[in-house]
């Protein structure tokens, strides 16, 4: 018995140390595992990390963006009021333009009445005047016959240069009367006068000249 107790006493021995040198192993690799673990989490937390700063990147931007999008916008609202403005200037110009033309149509227009009726009294001057002149010159060439029929009846009855004839007195002496008494064309009024002062007309510029 006493033979067989220190073997016995080895073995437990033995198997302390291996249950101790497992244990110890476990442990090792208990450790291993979290030492592992710890890696993969501080590598977790870096991930972590830079996730935060990515999405922290990408809110900026995303803001930035708003930002963008928002001046983008205040760009597109000037850009369309200023294309308003110019369209609306654009029809103003139309507009003036369109008036212009028809201004310058009517001004025309008048220019052309304005000429027209230029010519028109001219030609109507002129004709006036040459009738004016017409008539002056009759007037005068009947104011020669009546101051000759006038001379012709003092001569046959003996009349003096103080006489005054009275119109039937010297018709008879005017040559082509057919019995009418010569009239003025311009309806100027004659005034025989004594022999010696020639016939007038009531006209101005319808005259013979002064003995």
Request: glycine residues 6%; proline residues 5%.
């Amino acid at each position: 018995m006493k033979s067989i107790l220190p073997w016995i006493l080895v073995v437990a021995l033995a198997a302390c140390a291996g249950a101790f040198y497992f244990s110890g192993s476990a442990k090792d690799r208990e450790l291993a595992s979290l030492r592992e673990q710890m890696q993969q989490m501080d590598g977790l937390r870096g991930q972590v990390d830079d996730l935060q700063k990515q999405a922290a990147d990408q809110k900026d931007q995303i803001a930035s963006m708003q930002r963008d999008n928002a001046e983008l916008l205040k760009l597109r609202g000037q850009i369309k009021q200023v294309t308003d403005e110019k369209t609306q200037l654009t029809k103003q110009l139309a507009a003036a333009q369109s008036q212009a033309e028809r201004s310058q149509a009517e001004v025309q227009q008048v220019q052309a009445r304005a000429t027209e009726s230029a010519k028109q009294m001219a030609e109507q001057q002129i004709l006036q005047a040459r009738q004016n002149s017409q008539a002056a010159n009759i007037c005068i060439n009947n104011l020669r016959i009546i101051d000759g029929a006038k001379q012709q009846w003092a001569l046959d009855k003996g009349k003096s240069a103080n006489d005054v004839p009275q119109p039937a007195d010297i018709l008879p002496y005017i040559p082509n009367s057919n019995g009418v008494f010569p009239q003025c064309p311009g309806g100027g009024r004659y005034t025989l006068n004594a022999v010696s002062v020639a016939p007038t007309c009531t006209i101005p510029g319808h005259a013979l000249p002064q003995r």
